[in-house]
């Protein structure tokens, strides 16, 4: 039972292409919602992430989009590049709690 | 600085075999976790350490066992290993007031 779901599972898109990856939670208590960006051979590092308080955050070429209401958020990688091929998780927590909860991830590729 | 350390980066293990998986922090962070990551199912929580001193089960603790043996270092020690447990196994701190987590560079375990 993944308290976290994440799609899709795998992304190709060519340079300078918006991917958006997608996850949806049920879990009314979390309160944090990071997204880590791992690549081969190496543990995963914080994005970006966002409290329920807010709809939107960007930094840099990274906006998490949120919506508390259906419960779901998202990751858009604007003027996507080659160097952003990773596997992204998304996840969740209860901040007190300090356990955060991931997705099952995303495979991005972007295409030069 | 070094961040979180693991070791070993490798190792094959017998069924049946024990051994312990290391992990070092000098962030001076208050807590420490344990994931193991396998395809599609994205880093799930083993045994985590909110402070020193403590320790608590995770989402998959069956099979492990963790040791928090000062404010620095945090084992995972496997008493009889079944190839259920071949993965991708990640060690992380974060400081007890913020929820953001780092992460070591992972041992990949396979179990013959």
């Known amino acids: 039972q993944q308290q976290v779901k994440q799609s899709p599972q795998s992304l190709i898109v060519q340079k300078g292409g918006i991917p958006i990856i997608n996850c949806a939670y049920e879990?009314?208590?979390?309160?944090?919602f990071p997204w880590y960006q791992q690549f081969p051979g190496k543990g995963p590092a914080l994005l970006i992430a966002?409290?329920?308080?807010?709809s939107e955050k960007k930094e840099g070429r990274f906006t998490i989009s949120f919506n508390k209401s259906a419960k779901q958020f998202s990751l858009h990688i604007m003027d996507s590049q080659p160097g952003d091929s990773a596997t992204y998780f998304c996840?969740?927590?209860?901040?007190?709690?300090?356990?955060?909860?991931f997705g099952a991830g995303t495979i991005l590729r972007v295409k030069s | 600085n070094a961040g979180v350390t693991q070791t070993p980066k490798f190792q094959v293990l017998k069924t049946g075999q024990s051994m312990t998986l290391q992990c070092a922090q000098d962030?001076?962070?208050?807590?420490m976790y344990w994931y193991r990551q396998d395809p599609g199912m994205g880093l799930r929580l083993i045994y985590y350490?909110?402070?020193?001193?403590?320790?608590d089960k995770g989402e998959v603790p069956n099979g492990y066992n963790v040791s928090r043996l000062n404010k620095r270092e945090f084992s995972l020690r496997l008493e009889s290993a079944a190839p259920s447990q071949t993965s991708v196994y990640f060690c992380?701190?974060?400081?007890?007031?913020?929820?953001?987590?780092?992460f070591g560079q992972g041992t990949r375990l396979t179990v013959v």
């Open positions: 966002i409290r329920p308080d807010v």
């Open positions: 992380a701190s974060s400081i007890l007031t913020r929820v953001e987590a780092f």
């Open positions: 350490s909110a402070s020193e001193g403590t320790t």
């Open positions: 996840a969740a927590s209860i901040q007190r709690g300090n356990k955060l909860v």
């Open positions: 962030m001076n962070h208050n807590s």
């Open positions: 879990n009314t208590a979390f309160d944090y």
